[in-house]
């Protein structure tokens, strides 16, 4: 008969948020979390495989509170605009814990599509809010929250990473700044900027960075396969 587990994997999960919070996610090792427990590292694999499971699990416990985090939006106006400053927030407040949610470096380069998987509900949330609110198509809505959601990423990476120190003036200016001009975008019917622009101010086209073009390529004949 196998042994009983010492510590449930909740117990486990919540130890290992715990030293990636006060530390970092590359502070977590099994010595470390049995330290944390109080015990040895024998017990953790009782109810793990890997550390890395130990890891995920962790995310996961991460990702209910910051969706708890994120979750005060219905008060506000504009609604999904207060979940773009929450994740800001999250990030300035929690880095390490946004480093675990948003900078895990996977083996294979994956699409946006299963990052935004990794978030739950919250994409679905964010892109029915921006319907409701602009009046926008599904694909339109989908769109503006896939823009959206890679600038407030990149704000949320500099202030992770001790990068930039911005306001939260500066944060809300800058989310809205770039959303009017997206709403614009597709308001217009014209999704491609470069359509509602001069061609002469853009330099270069889609198909001149050969790397990309490359690894663009070579991604589409491994999912024909």
Not at 5 to 24: M, N, Q, V, Y
Not at 203 to 224: A, H, M, N
């Amino acid at each position: 008969m196998p042994p009983k587990p010492k510590f449930t994997k909740e117990e486990i999960a919540a130890a290992a948020l715990a030293i990636i919070r006060e530390e970092s996610v590359e502070a977590l090792t099994a010595r470390s979390l049995g330290a944390k427990l109080g015990t040895s590292a024998r017990p953790i694999f009782t109810v793990f495989k890997s550390m890395d499971e130990v890891k995920w699990a962790a995310r996961a416990l991460a990702l209910r509170e910051f969706e708890a985090y994120t979750g005060d939006f219905t008060a506000y106006t504009p609604a999904f605009k207060k979940i773009g400053m929450q994740m800001v927030s999250y990030a300035i407040h929690e880095p390490e814990v946004f480093k675990l949610l948003f900078m895990q470096e996977h083996k294979e380069g994956r699409c946006f599509a299963n990052t935004i998987e990794d978030l739950g509900g919250m994409a679905d949330i964010c892109i029915s809010l921006i319907r409701r609110d602009y009046a926008l198509t599904p694909e339109e809505a989908e769109t503006l929250f896939e823009q959206m959601w890679v600038h407030t990423f990149g704000i949320g990476v500099l202030c992770a990473t001790r990068v930039c120190d911005f306001s939260e003036e500066q944060i809300a200016n800058m989310l809205g700044q770039v959303f009017a001009g997206m709403l614009m975008v597709l308001k217009s019917g014209k999704k491609d900027a470069c359509a509602i622009q001069p061609q002469k101010d853009f330099v270069g086209k889609v198909g001149d960075l050969p790397y990309l073009r490359d690894w663009c390529t070579e991604k589409k004949q491994e999912e024909e396969i």
